[in-house]
């Protein structure tokens, strides 16, 4: 077995670089020998940071120059109530957070749902995208090239899919901007979330392009994706999965559990989420739907960045008056973009592996698909209960106490 004193001295001799210590010992001593050069560089312990529960081989695929791993305490909220396209009946929902006081006001908003008979939630579209940019000499050369896709796409699809045995391209857009063309396409990547997939493929594709008309590739990815970056365009068309769960909550279940009217909630949601997001020029008009998916994306092994488009959500309460003069709650929240996937990437580490067998979603669905389907629709209701106790809490004016009482 090689000494990781021994790695540490070759590499402060310059005889190994950082990255290649793999290439010498077995993954754990690789790991273990970079602790060591940084607790000497910089006089510090990493004994926390060193005590992983998962062989560091199983993560080769997620992360290099690996020294141990981050620890985010995970809690459960639940069960979630779901009636969706996808996912039925009660669902344990997993999310690692360090906000105090977050799965106890899920877990509350959960309660109230669950009491009213439960949540709804459909997946309205799919399609993940990758939209290469390419140079012309100007806009006639631009209209040809536009042209060609329009009338090539089984063209494009069939090089696209070449590179994969999941994914399917479903639209190529072509955008034009002076003498750059972007295409943006859209693929179904099943239980894949697929930005690899997207890409690779996406690359097979521009190649023909640029074979079959005068556009030159300039960068396989252009930002009209647009990933992990806050974007119109993802909350018009939407990137990854677009979701929604909906609930219908007696008033008299909204003055019991919440100690507010839905007059209330519905007022507070316009001026908050509504009114006040657009003067705030918010491309989400939400009160926290990113607490819940991030949470929920470190559970589950997600790629955390994409949080960003995730939190384009649209929240909407609304006060119905009932044939006896009573109010219900109508409560909503939309997810434009929600990119997750129950294959690949992240889910694959154990600890995650272990959180989507909670869920019951580990690995592909039957058919293909359903499992990141089933996986959207959960989230999306446990947002709805995060956006229905914040809501809740604020038009009581108890958001305060509350986090008092929690101590945090």
Same mark, same amino acid.
């Given at each position: 077995?090689?000494?990781?004193?021994?790695?540490?001295?070759?590499?402060?001799?310059?005889?190994?670089?950082?990255?290649?210590?793999?290439?010498?010992?077995?993954?754990?001593?690789?790991?273990?020998?970079?602790?060591?050069?940084?607790?000497?560089?910089?006089?510090?312990?990493?004994?926390?940071?060193?005590?992983?529960?998962?062989?560091?081989?199983?993560?080769?695929?997620?992360?290099?120059?690996?020294?141990?791993?981050?620890?985010?305490?995970?809690?459960? +909220?639940?069960?979630?109530?779901?009636?969706?396209?996808?996912?039925?009946?009660?669902?344990?929902?997993?999310?690692?957070?360090?906000?105090?006081?977050?799965?106890?006001? +899920?877990?509350?908003?959960?309660?109230?749902?669950?009491?009213?008979?439960?949540?709804?939630?459909?997946?309205?579209?799919?399609?993940?995208?990758?939209?290469?940019?390419?140079?012309?000499?100007?806009?006639?050369?631009?209209?040809?090239?536009?042209?060609? +896709?329009?009338?090539?796409?089984?063209?494009?699809?069939?090089?696209?899919?070449?590179?994969?045995?999941?994914?399917?391209?479903?639209? !190529?857009?072509?955008?034009?901007?002076?003498?750059?063309?972007?295409?943006?396409?859209?693929?179904?990547?099943?239980?894949?979330?697929?930005?690899?997939?997207?890409?690779?493929?996406?690359?097979?594709?521009?190649?023909?392009?640029?074979?079959?008309?005068?556009?030159?590739? !300039?960068?396989?990815?252009?930002?009209?994706?647009?990933?992990?970056?806050?974007?119109?365009?993802?909350?018009?068309?939407?990137?990854?999965?677009?979701?929604?769960?909906?609930?219908?909550?007696?008033?008299?279940?909204?003055?019991?559990?919440?100690?507010?009217?839905?007059?209330?909630?519905?007022?507070?949601?316009?001026?908050?989420?509504?009114?006040?997001?657009?003067?705030?020029?918010?491309?989400?008009?939400?009160?926290?739907?990113?607490? +819940? !998916?991030?949470?929920?994306?470190?559970?589950?092994?997600?790629?955390?960045?994409?949080?960003?488009?995730?939190?384009?959500?649209?929240?909407?309460?609304?006060?119905?008056?009932?044939?006896?003069?009573?109010?219900?709650?109508?409560?909503?929240?939309?997810?434009?973009?929600?990119?997750?996937?129950?294959?690949?990437?992240?889910?694959?580490?154990?600890?995650?592996?272990?959180?989507?067998? !909670?869920?019951?979603?580990?690995?592909?669905?039957?058919?293909?698909?359903?499992?990141?389907?089933?996986?959207?629709?959960?989230?999306?209701?446990?947002?709805?209960?995060?956006?229905?106790?914040?809501?809740?809490?604020?038009?009581?004016?108890?958001?305060?106490?509350?986090?008092?009482?929690?101590?945090?």
């Amino acid at each position: 077995m090689t000494d990781p004193e021994d790695l540490v001295e070759r590499v402060r001799d310059g005889e190994l670089r950082l990255h290649e210590l793999e290439d010498h010992a077995d993954h754990d001593t690789a790991a273990e020998a970079r602790r060591l050069l940084l607790e000497r560089e910089t006089d510090t312990e990493l004994e926390a940071i060193g005590d992983y529960a998962f062989p560091a081989e199983a993560a080769e695929p997620n992360i290099e120059n690996m020294i141990g791993a981050a620890q985010v305490p995970m809690g459960v +909220v639940g069960p979630v109530p779901v009636s969706g396209g996808a996912a039925t009946g009660d669902h344990y929902l997993p999310l690692a957070t360090t906000e105090g006081a977050l799965l106890a006001s +899920v877990n509350r908003g959960l309660g109230v749902i669950r009491s009213a008979g439960g949540a709804d939630a459909r997946v309205t579209k799919n399609g993940m995208t990758r939209a290469p940019v390419f140079r012309v000499a100007g806009v006639a050369e631009a209209a040809e090239t536009v042209e060609w +896709v329009n009338e090539n796409t089984e063209a494009l699809a069939e090089a696209a899919e070449s590179t994969t045995s999941h994914g399917e391209l479903i639209d !190529v857009e072509p955008y034009v901007v002076g003498d750059s063309v972007y295409l943006r396409f859209a693929y179904d990547t099943k239980d894949a979330m697929g930005m690899n997939m997207a890409t690779i493929a996406t690359g097979e594709a521009c190649e023909i392009v640029e074979a079959e008309t005068p556009a030159d590739l !300039v960068a396989l990815s252009g930002n009209l994706c647009s990933d992990k970056k806050p974007a119109a365009i993802n909350a018009v068309e939407g990137r990854g999965r677009s979701v929604t769960a909906d609930a219908v909550i007696p008033g008299e279940l909204v003055e019991e559990r919440l100690h507010t009217t839905p007059e209330a909630i519905a007022e507070a949601n316009t001026r908050k989420n509504l009114t006040g997001s657009a003067k705030a020029g918010s491309l989400g008009f939400n009160a926290h739907a990113a607490n +819940v !998916v991030a949470a929920a994306f470190l559970a589950t092994g997600q790629d955390e960045a994409q949080v960003v488009e995730a939190a384009n959500a649209i929240t909407t309460m609304d006060a119905r008056e009932r044939d006896d003069g009573t109010t219900d709650l109508y409560a909503s929240v939309s997810l434009a973009s929600l990119e997750v996937g129950t294959v690949g990437g992240g889910t694959k580490l154990p600890t995650q592996a272990e959180a989507l067998e !909670v869920l019951g979603l580990r690995g592909g669905g039957d058919p293909p698909g359903s499992n990141a389907d089933a996986l959207a629709e959960i989230i999306a209701v446990g947002a709805l209960a995060g956006e229905l106790s914040l809501l809740g809490a604020l038009s009581s004016r108890h958001l305060a106490s509350a986090h008092e009482d929690l101590g945090r």
